[in-house]
C-alpha cells in the first residue's frame, strides 16, 4: 500500500511539472490556444507572435481537427506592418497627392479661363457681373483680365463708329445705322453720336461765322431773334472774336 502510494504521488508530481511549462499566462480561445505576447522566447522557449496550444495540441474527441490545428500553428504569425507594406503604402498616399494636386491645379486653370471669357463678354457689352465660383480668386483674376480687354476692344470699336457717323454726315449720308454697328447698343449710339455731332458742328460753323460777319458792321452787340439757344451762342461767340479781332 505504501509503495503505490509513493509511485501515485510520483506520477502526479511529473503531471504538474509538465503542465507548468505551458501554463504561462494568456486566455485561450474557442480552439484552446492564444498568441503569445509576454516573456515568449526567455520564458516560455516561443517567439513572439506565435500562435500555440497550452495542451500540446492533442483532444480527446476530435484527434484529426486539433492535429489539423496543431501543424497550423507551427507557422510563425507576427504582428504588425512589413518594411515593404509601409513602402507601398506611403508610395501609393504620394501618388494620391500628386493627382489631388494636378486636379486640383487643371480646375483652377479653368476657373481662370473661365473668368476670363465672362469678364470679356461683359466689358465688351459694357457690364460688370462677376459670378460664383468655387476657386474665386482665380475666376476674378481671369475675369478682371477679360473685362480690361473687353472694355479696349468696346472703346476703340466705339470710336471706329463715331468717326463713320460723322463721315456719313458729312458725305449727307442718312443717319440709318449700318448693320455692323447694330450688333452692339454701344456702338450704335456711338455711330448716331458722330453723325449729329457733324450737324452741330456744321451749324456752329455756321452761326460762328454769322457772328464773326456782323460784328465788323455792328458797334454793339444785339441778342439775335433765334429760337434755338445753341444758335445763339454760337452767334456771340463768332461776334466776340471778331471785335477781339477788331481791336488787335
Avoid at 506565435?50 to 486539433?66: C, D, P, V
Avoid at 483652377?108 to 465672362?118: F, T, V
Wanted: charged share 25%; with cysteine; glycine share 10%.
Amino acid at each position: 500500500m505504501k509503495k503505490s502510494r509513493i509511485l501515485l504521488s510520483t506520477a502526479l508530481i511529473m503531471v504538474l511539472s509538465a503542465s507548468s511549462v505551458y501554463a504561462h499566462p494568456g486566455r485561450t480561445d474557442s480552439n484552446g490556444g492564444h498568441t503569445c505576447r509576454t516573456n515568449c522566447t526567455e520564458r516560455w522557449g516561443l517567439e513572439y507572435g506565435e500562435y500555440h496550444y497550452h495542451n500540446g495540441g492533442s483532444s480527446s474527441s476530435n484527434s484529426s481537427s486539433t492535429s489539423k490545428s496543431s501543424n497550423s500553428s507551427s507557422s510563425v504569425k507576427k504582428s504588425g506592418q512589413s518594411a515593404k507594406e509601409i513602402a507601398t503604402q506611403k508610395a501609393k498616399k504620394a501618388q494620391q497627392e500628386k493627382e489631388a494636386a494636378v486636379k486640383k491645379a487643371k480646375q483652377i486653370k479653368q476657373a481662370e479661363k473661365d473668368g476670363y471669357a465672362d469678364g470679356l463678354k461683359d466689358g465688351y457689352n459694357g457690364i460688370s457681373n462677376i459670378g460664383i465660383s468655387k476657386y474665386q480668386g482665380a475666376y476674378n483674376k481671369g475675369y478682371k483680365e477679360g473685362f480690361a480687354k473687353g472694355k479696349l476692344k468696346l472703346t476703340n470699336e466705339k470710336n471706329k463708329a463715331y468717326r463713320a457717323g460723322y463721315s456719313a454726315a458729312q458725305n449727307g449720308k442718312s443717319s440709318v445705322v449700318p448693320s455692323i454697328y447694330q450688333t452692339n447698343k454701344a456702338l450704335s449710339d456711338s455711330y448716331l453720336q458722330g453723325f449729329e455731332r457733324f450737324v452741330i458742328d456744321v451749324e456752329k460753323q455756321k452761326y460762328y461765322q454769322m457772328g464773326y460777319n456782323d460784328s465788323f458792321n455792328m458797334e454793339k452787340y444785339i441778342k439775335p431773334d433765334f429760337d434755338n439757344a445753341n444758335h445763339i451762342r454760337w452767334y456771340k461767340e463768332g461776334f466776340d472774336a471778331g471785335k477781339k479781332k477788331q481791336a488787335a
